[in-house]
């Protein structure tokens, strides 16, 4: 990720307070519960690419599908037993009525604050939103790690659930479907993280080195020069604030010793010989994020959609990106009734 590409570091002296100051100075913060940043340098318009469905103006205030009325939000804090880590250890919300959906956020932010402009598509589906290990009243493992915490979302799978992976929680997502696929009824993931699927690229390529460089000098950095310096690199539209606290600080220090997501390889053919329909979705802000995502579609041979205006944070987009997943879903749902003879 173009994350410190202007911060040089002599492995020496470890990290130059000028050089780091110059550098965040171009990271762009945002006031809590503030506007979306613009990282594109002029407004941002809605970029359809091939298979994308007409985007509703993210500029207006998300209204709910037609439809019944989303139930409130049910939270299953779990009891943690001694052993490995489950499912049924898991800070869970559901909400919703309909078949099911699972969630899967991904780092810095859990479900409410990643999922907060999803919770209308209650009114048909039976939304599922863990909270990864270490976020919420979810017991922590060593570090973040997909491959560790992909069994635990394919146990919530249950006996058959769409998928849904937002960036890290996409590779997650990835991984999870390929342990269960005979549970998935379709898997969508925006922007993930795994960046080495398009290594060969040269903007990938320095995209993978900058982050890792970022990593390596993790220690030298507070949390809030972390997380400035990740989401800048990523495109994140999420709201930084001057200090960090609560949530925030604690999501951050996850995230300085989460595995980095670009040392994936996720099973790709194995997910593309899965009857399950696939789609993914890029944020039209940036190069690199949207050659890893063709990557990813090409080898899932998945379906392609492009929702612009809110970067990385896509699911911020709210009902322009309610309205593809929703469209997505309930063709599965169709799909999948036409070829059960039972239905």
């Known amino acids: 990720m173009a994350l410190v ?32 940043v613009d990282h594109g340098g002029g407004n941002p318009t809605p970029n359809r690419a091939r298979g994308a469905l007409p985007l509703t103006p993210t500029n207006r205030q998300p209204r709910a599908i037609a439809g019944r009325e989303p139930t409130r939000v049910t939270i299953t804090p779990m009891s943690r037993a001694s052993g490995p880590l489950t499912a049924e250890d898991l800070d869970v919300g ?16 859990g479900p409410a604050r990643t999922w907060r402009h999803q919770l209308e598509l209650g009114s048909h589906w039976a939304l599922i939103m863990p909270n990864r290990p270490g976020f919420g009243s979810s017991p922590p493992l060593p570090r973040g790690d997909f491959e ?8 919530l799978l249950g006996e058959g659930a769409h998928l ?16 269960r696929p005979d549970r998935v009824r379709s898997l969508t993931v925006s922007e993930p993280g795994c960046l080495r699927v398009a290594s060969g690229d040269p903007r990938v390529d320095a995209q993978v080195a900058n982050g ?3 990593y390596e000098h993790a220690s030298e ?30 999501g951050a220090r996850l995230l300085m010793r989460e595995r980095p997501p670009w040392e994936a390889d996720p099973p790709l053919r194995r997910l593309r010989e899965a009857a ?10 940036s190069p690199v994020f949207e050659v890893v995502c063709d990557a990813v579609a090409s080898g899932l041979s998945a379906r392609r959609t492009v929702i612009a205006g809110r970067g990385h944070t896509i699911p911020a987009t709210g009902a322009a990106y309610n309205m593809c997943l929703h469209s997505f879903l309930t063709n599965c749902e169709r799909r999948k009734q036409g070829a059960d003879p039972a239905a």
């Open 221 to 250: 950095l507070g949390p809030l020069q972390f997380l400035l310096a990740f989401r800048g690199g990523v495109g994140s539209t999420n709201e930084t604030p001057p200090e960090l606290a609560g949530e925030l600080l604690a």
């Open 94 to 109: 559901r909400m919703g009525n309909g078949p099911p959906v699972v969630l899967v956020h991904g780092s810095v932010v």
């Open 164 to 179: 849904v992976g937002h960036s890290y929680g996409a590779v997650i997502a990835l991984y999870a479907a390929a342990l």
């Open 5 to 36: 590409e202007h911060l040089r570091v002599d492995h020496t002296a470890g990290v130059d307070d000028r050089d780091l100051a110059a550098f965040l100075e171009q990271v762009p913060v945002d006031d809590v519960g503030a506007r979306a």
């Open 276 to 285: 399950f329909p696939k789609l993914v979705i890029s944020g039209g802000h």
């Open 148 to 155: 560790a915490e992909a069994p635990l979302m394919a146990e």
């Open 212 to 214: 890792a460089r970022l």
